[in-house]
Every structure is written in structure tokens, then in C-alpha cells.
């Protein structure tokens, strides 16, 4: 190893040893050449801080000669962030940080800095460097590593003199704080101030060095104490998985994915799972320091690795259902539409009201009986040969409105069928300006009038008009549409007869699904100014809100379907009450002595006459006489020509016509 210039080559005589007591001192044999070990110190990591005297008794060629003896100690060490790191400090009167422990991880740019230093040459305060090194160099924030890593932290003070300070209290200190103190002593150090700051067993931590001429020499002895023996070698170490050896001593560490116990040996997997950080949906696995997610049964895990989706069932395509399937964690069940039951077979389905099940083609309504049905009609008409049909309106005259449910939930092709609906009531009734008026409002989250009662005159015109309407989309504001339809649909305006006529007035609401405001207010309104309100409901309606709008008999004003293909049934439920009673309505009251109305009468009375005989309940009936004899004759015409009949008998007599 090359020398300073400025260092006195040692005498060919000298050879440094180091006595029993840590002194280094000349002998009188030749020394072979002593470059420092080849190898690097491979103990493990280390951190380590030369704290160096340069106080003014330190002369320059002596500085020099410390210089070298920290290159050459560095330059047989391991060195790297995840190795051994070096700082180093020097003092006098006060304390410099060369570099730290996180400033060079290179052999080389340590050399240079080391190279850069400009002593102090001041006093000696050891003690304040040793504080120094204890509360800023050994830091983390200065790169000393964590104490839980366990690695070694090394102090290396080199002095000349003695302190003109306390070490002794603050040695202490450090060295509860985990630092190991190395008390390199030359010429005229103090052996008890030397002794008062090294770690104990003090023969290993405490040399004196008799000149500076020879602290290079000590370098190579001193680097053997710093690196000495691999502990993990020579002792029965004990480590469950892997042993890290340090000076003088050793300490266990675990792979990857485990802890050590309290032991200081064995090791336990760590359980990723039990912080709760883990964020899986359903189950988290450990495994070795880190988990995996898991799903209950019947589902899978996403993308994410954390959340679960159920597994559709129903998606393979072989679940038998008649109606619906629903898919469950264990597999899949099948349901049925509303109004059906689900079989014991449990993929079929069994109307339970089989009107709702069925294409019944009852004209005004479907009864339901056990595994059967059958068609009715409203009261004073009969059922037609069919079983279906009912006899027809005719003669009556009301003014009717419908208002219905455009809102976005109905869909685009169930409104075509909800149009078809209205055509469908439409069809029962003699449209004309002197009979039945028809009306068309629809709403959304606003309100339209299709076509007021004044627009058009028969039912084809209606029809079409129908077929032409606009899905308005968007919400269901059924209370605006009501008060609408009280305001300005029934009005006289709009081709509402006068109330004065006696003109019947209905309103019918068809919706799908629950109001977006009120409707109490409006609804009875409606009833109150005398319209007969009825309410239709289909698919997700409400039956509290259809029940608020319809008149007295509830049960008789409202009606309900599944689903809008099932609700043709629905049409002839409104039959008897869109069509009133004969007579009802402006009624021409016209003279019995007319001629028009005596031939009326006696055409009336001839076709009853001949429909009894076909009876066999009158067989001969002669004259006026007779006609007038007949109690059930004469009421039968009476029924159909009131006026003409008073008219009659009051002429037959004897009166004034």
C-alpha cells in the first residue's frame, strides 16, 4: 500500500504487532509486505460512521496518514445501499458531516470526498462528536436503516488527544442506542477517555496505536476485528430459515412471507388477510406474507380479484322453465308470471286466474272457475250463441275521454298495443256529433290533447287518428294529467255537451305504473264534478292509485293485466258502463198525433205482435181494442216508443188527438 509523501518511511528494523492490550508498537524484524485482505468483508451489512479527530495537534501529514486508513478500511468493505454504508464526520471544536450514510453507495466517490476533507484544527471535543453521531448520523433520515432490520450500526472514533469534553455519559447513550463504538487511540490519547467511549468486551473495541507511521499497518489487524469470523459458521446458530451473521455475533431472518417469533429463531407465515385490508368481497386466502381472494359457491370471481359475480345459470340454456329463470348461488329455480302458479314439477306454470292466462274472447268479461272459465255480460244483455259475445250498444250517448300513460317505462311497443286498446273500446260505440263523443289525451311528464271531443264525427276517423298518435317518452305525471282532463277536456270548448243535456260523461285513465305526483286531489275532482271515472292498470301499476281514481263501485271502475298483451280482456269490462241505459241522454219528445209517430208505433207493435205469436204466448190479437187490452204488449211498446205510446192511448181514449 502506497504512503503519503509527507510520512517518514518506518525504519527496515520496525514491525508493527499488536499487544495483549490493544497497543500497536515496533519490534525489530523486517515486515514481508502487508497490502490489506483481497477479499471484501462479507459478514453482512453494516452501517458505519468514521468520526475522525482534526483538532490542531493533528498535523498534516498526520491527517494524510487517516485519510488513508479510512480508504483502505472501505476498500475491503461490502459496499451498497443494500450492503454496507459509510459516513463520515470529523471535529474539533466542533462537528462536520463529510458524507452520510446516504449519500455514496461507491468505493469511489467515498475516496474522492474522503480525499476533499480540510481539517478543522481546533479543540477536541470528542464528546460532542459522539452526541452528534448518536442523534443526526445514525438517523434514518441520514440513511442509517431501520432498527427493526437489525443491522449493525458502527461507530469508528479515531483521536489524538484527550477530550476537552464528557464522553463518558453520552458514550453511554449510544451505546443503549444500539451503537456499537470502535476507540481507535494514536500517540497521545487519553487510554481512559478510550476506554470510557468503547463498546464492551473493551480488549476488542479499544486500540491505541503508538505513532501515525503506523495506523495504515493497523489497519489490516483492525479490519479483521471489524469483519472477524462468520458467527453463522461457527456457532449452532439455530435459525429456522436463514442465519445473518455480524460482527461478533449473528441474527436469524425469515423468507419472504413469514415473521420471526419472539423466539428470535422460528418463523410464522404471515396472515395477509388479518388487517382487513385486503378488500375481498367474499373470502381472502393467506398464503406466505401475501392472499388471494375467493368466492362462495355458485360464483366467480372478476377481474378485479377482489369482487364476485353470481354465476348465471339460467345462461346455459337448459333450465326447462316455462316462464321465467331465476338463478341462485346453488343453481337456478323457475318462477312464473304474475297470475300463474309454479307447478310441481317446478319448471311449469298454471294460470291461477285463467282469464289472465288464456285468449278468453269474451266480449265484456271472463269469469275464472276452478280449471275452468266462462263469459258473462253486463247487466240487460244476453250472451250471444258464441258464448262470447254480448248485444251491442246502441242508442246511447255519452261523452268520453281517455287519457293514457305515454310515460318512457310503457315502451314503444307496448303503446301501439295500448293504442290498439283504445280502437278496441272504440269499436263498441256509436260515434256520431248526436251520440257518442270520444276524446284523447295523453301525458307523460307533460300533457297533450291528442284530438278534444269536438274533432272528430265517426269511429273510422277516430281509429285513425289513434293510430297516428306519438309515444311521448319520459315520466308519469298522472295528477297533471287529471286536472287536464277536468279543466279543459270536459269542457264546452273542447265539445263537451252542456251538463243541462243530461249527456253522460266518463273518463278513463290507463297507466303502467306509479304516479310522479299526486293524484287524490284531481281524482276526486273528477268525480265530484260528475264525471264516472274508471282506471286501468297494466304491468307495474299501482292498485291503491287505480283504486283513488276510480267512481263508486270501486271493484266496477278499475281493472288490471299482467302484462299488455293479456289486457284485450280488459275492454269489454268497461261495456255497460260506456253504454247507459236506454233513454239516457237528450231524448226528442215528439207529438203522438204525428202521423211519423202512429207508423212508427204500428210498425213497433205489429213486429212485438208477431214475435209473441212466434212465442206462442198471444196467438190472436184483433184492433187497437186488443192491443190496448194487452198489458205485456202494450208495455213492450212502451218501452221502445215511450212518447208514442202515451200518445196513443191517450188518443185511443177518447182524448184530444
Same mark, same amino acid.
Given at each position: 500500500m502506497p504512503v503519503s509523501p509527507d510520512l517518514p518511511s518506518p525504519s527496515p528494523t520496525s514491525n508493527p504487532t499488536v499487544s495483549r492490550r490493544g497497543h500497536l508498537r515496533s519490534s525489530q524484524a523486517k515486515p514481508p509486505p502487508c497490502p490489506l485482505a483481497a477479499l471484501k468483508c462479507r459478514t453482512g451489512p453494516l452501517d458505519i460512521v468514521f468520526v475522525i479527530d482534526s483538532s490542531r495537534s493533528v498535523r498534516p501529514f498526520e491527517f494524510e496518514t487517516?485519510?488513508?486508513f479510512m480508504i483502505d478500511i472501505i476498500g475491503n468493505l461490502d459496499v451498497g445501499p443494500n450492503a454496507t454504508r459509510v459516513g463520515v464526520i470529523q471535529y474539533s471544536s466542533q462537528v462536520q458531516n463529510i458524507f452520510s450514510l446516504k449519500t455514496f453507495f461507491t468505493r469511489e466517490d467515498m475516496e474522492k470526498a474522503i480525499n476533499s476533507i480540510v481539517p478543522l484544527a481546533q479543540g477536541t471535543m470528542?464528546?460532542?462528536?459522539?452526541?452528534?453521531? #448518536?442523534?443526526?448520523?445514525?438517523?434514518?433520515?441520514?440513511?442509517?436503516?431501520?432498527?427493526?432490520?437489525?443491522?449493525?450500526?458502527?461507530?469508528?472514533?479515531?483521536?489524538? !488527544?484527550?477530550?476537552?469534553?464528557?464522553?463518558?455519559?453520552?458514550?453511554?447513550?449510544?451505546? *443503549?442506542?444500539?451503537?456499537?463504538?470502535?476507540?481507535?487511540?494514536?500517540?497521545?490519547? *487519553?487510554?481512559?477517555?478510550?476506554?470510557? #467511549?468503547?463498546?464492551?468486551?473493551?480488549?476488542?473495541?479499544?486500540?491505541?496505536?503508538?505513532?501515525?507511521?503506523?495506523?495504515?499497518?493497523?489497519?489490516?489487524?483492525?479490519?479483521d476485528k471489524l469483519c472477524g469470523v462468520d458467527m453463522c459458521v461457527e456457532r449452532d446458530h439455530g435459525c429456522q430459515h436463514s442465519c445473518v451473521s455480524t460482527p461478533g455475533s449473528f441474527y436469524c431472518e425469515c423468507n419472504p412471507g413469514y415473521r420471526l417469533n419472539a423466539d428470535g429463531k422460528t418463523c410464522s407465515p404471515i396472515d395477509a388477510c388479518a388487517d382487513g385490508r385486503h378488500?375481498?368481497?367474499?373470502?381472502?386466502?393467506?398464503?406466505?406474507?401475501?392472499?388471494?381472494?375467493?368466492?362462495?359457491?355458485?360464483?366467480?370471481?372478476?377481474?378485479?380479484?377482489?369482487?364476485?359475480?353470481?354465476?348465471?345459470?339460467?345462461?346455459?340454456?337448459?333450465?326447462?322453465?316455462?316462464?321465467?329463470?331465476?338463478?341462485?348461488?346453488?343453481?337456478?329455480?323457475?318462477?312464473?308470471?304474475?297470475?300463474? #302458479?309454479?307447478?310441481?314439477?317446478?319448471?311449469?306454470?298454471?294460470?291461477?286466474?285463467l282469464c289472465n292466462g288464456v285468449d278468453h274472447g269474451c266480449e265484456f268479461k271472463c269469469v275464472t272457475s276452478e280449471g275452468s272459465y266462462h263469459c258473462v255480460c253486463p247487466e240487460g244483455q244476453q250472451l250471444q250463441a258464441d258464448g262470447k259475445g254480448c248485444s251491442r250498444c246502441g242508442a246511447g250517448h255519452v261523452d268520453l275521454v281517455m287519457v293514457i300513460d305515454g310515460s318512457k317505462s310503457v315502451r314503444p311497443q307496448n303503446f301501439e298495443l295500448v293504442k290498439q286498446f283504445v280502437n278496441r273500446i272504440v269499436d263498441l260505440l256509436e260515434v256520431s256529433p248526436q251520440g257518442t263523443r270520444v276524446g284523447l289525451v295523453q301525458y307523460s311528464s307533460r300533457v297533450r290533447t291528442e284530438f278534444p271531443l269536438n274533432k272528430y264525427h265517426s269511429a273510422d276517423e277516430i281509429k285513425e287518428a289513434v293510430m297516428k298518435v306519438e309515444y311521448m317518452e319520459k315520466g308519469t305525471m298522472t295528477g297533471l294529467a287529471l286536472k287536464?282532463?277536468?279543466?279543459?277536456?270536459?269542457?264546452?270548448?273542447?265539445?263537451?255537451?252542456? =251538463?243541462?243535456?243530461?249527456?253522460?260523461?266518463?273518463?278513463?285513465?290507463?297507466? *303502467?305504473?306509479?304516479?310522479?305526483? *299526486?293524484?287524490?286531489?284531481?281524482?276526486?275532482?273528477?268525480?265530484?264534478?260528475?264525471?264516472?271515472?274508471?282506471?286501468?292498470?297494466?304491468?307495474?301499476?299501482?292498485?291503491?292509485?287505480?283504486?283513488?281514481?276510480?267512481?263508486?263501485?270501486?271493484?266496477?271502475?278499475?281493472?288490471?293485466?299482467?302484462?299488455?298483451?293479456?289486457?284485450?280482456?280488459?275492454?269489454?269490462?268497461?261495456?255497460?258502463?260506456?253504454?247507459?241505459?236506454?233513454?239516457?241522454?237528450?231524448?226528442?219528445?215528439?207529438?203522438?198525433?204525428?202521423?211519423?209517430?202512429?207508423?212508427?208505433?204500428?210498425?213497433?207493435?205489429?213486429?212485438?205482435?208477431?214475435?209473441?205469436?212466434?212465442?206462442?204466448?198471444?196467438?190472436?190479437?184483433? !184492433?187497437?181494442?186488443?192491443?190496448?187490452?194487452?198489458?205485456?204488449?202494450?208495455?213492450?211498446?212502451?218501452? =221502445?216508443?215511450? !212518447?208514442?205510446?202515451? !200518445?196513443?192511448?191517450?188518443g185511443m181514449g177518447g182524448g184530444d188527438g
Open positions: 487517516m485519510r488513508r470528542t464528546g460532542l462528536a459522539i452526541q452528534y453521531t #448518536m442523534n443526526v448520523a445514525f438517523t434514518v433520515q441520514e440513511g442509517a436503516r431501520p432498527p427493526h432490520k437489525k443491522i449493525p450500526r458502527i461507530a469508528i472514533v479515531v483521536t489524538d !488527544g484527550r477530550p476537552q469534553d464528557r464522553v463518558t455519559e453520552v458514550a453511554t447513550q449510544a451505546r *443503549d442506542a444500539g451503537i456499537e463504538i470502535y476507540a481507535v487511540g494514536i500517540q497521545r490519547a *487519553d487510554m481512559t477517555s478510550l476506554r470510557a #467511549m468503547a463498546s464492551p468486551p473493551l480488549e476488542e473495541h479499544v486500540f491505541l496505536v503508538e505513532s501515525f507511521e503506523l495506523i495504515q499497518k493497523f489497519g489490516k489487524q483492525f479490519q378488500g375481498c368481497e367474499h373470502q381472502c386466502v393467506s398464503a406466505r406474507g401475501s392472499y388471494s381472494c375467493r368466492c362462495r359457491a355458485g360464483y366467480y370471481l372478476n377481474q378485479d380479484k377482489r369482487t364476485c359475480t353470481m354465476i348465471d345459470y339460467c345462461s346455459f340454456g337448459n333450465h326447462s322453465c316455462q316462464h321465467e329463470c331465476v338463478s341462485i348461488p346453488s343453481g337456478h329455480r323457475c318462477r312464473c308470471h304474475r297470475g300463474f #302458479m309454479l307447478q310441481p314439477d317446478g319448471s311449469s306454470c298454471r294460470a291461477t286466474d287536464h282532463m277536468v279543466e279543459h277536456s270536459f269542457s264546452e270548448l273542447e265539445g263537451a255537451r252542456p =251538463l243541462s243535456h243530461n249527456v253522460p260523461r266518463i273518463g278513463l285513465v290507463f297507466t *303502467d305504473g306509479r304516479s310522479q305526483d *299526486d293524484i287524490s286531489e284531481w281524482a276526486r275532482r273528477a268525480k265530484e264534478s260528475g264525471i264516472v271515472m274508471f282506471a286501468v292498470g297494466v304491468g307495474k301499476a299501482v292498485e291503491e292509485e287505480l283504486r283513488a281514481i276510480a267512481s263508486e263501485p270501486v271493484e266496477q271502475h278499475f281493472s288490471y293485466s299482467a302484462d299488455f298483451t293479456t289486457m284485450t280482456h280488459l275492454v269489454e269490462n268497461f261495456k255497460l258502463n260506456i253504454c247507459p241505459e236506454e233513454g239516457r241522454g237528450e231524448t226528442e219528445i215528439r207529438s203522438p198525433c204525428e202521423c211519423e209517430a202512429l207508423v212508427q208505433f204500428q210498425t213497433n207493435t205489429v213486429a212485438i205482435l208477431q214475435s209473441l205469436t212466434e212465442r206462442n204466448i198471444l196467438w190472436v190479437l184483433r !184492433g187497437c181494442a186488443g192491443a190496448q187490452s194487452s198489458p205485456q204488449l202494450w208495455g213492450a211498446a212502451s218501452r =221502445l216508443l215511450p !212518447g208514442e205510446a202515451q !200518445g196513443l192511448a191517450a
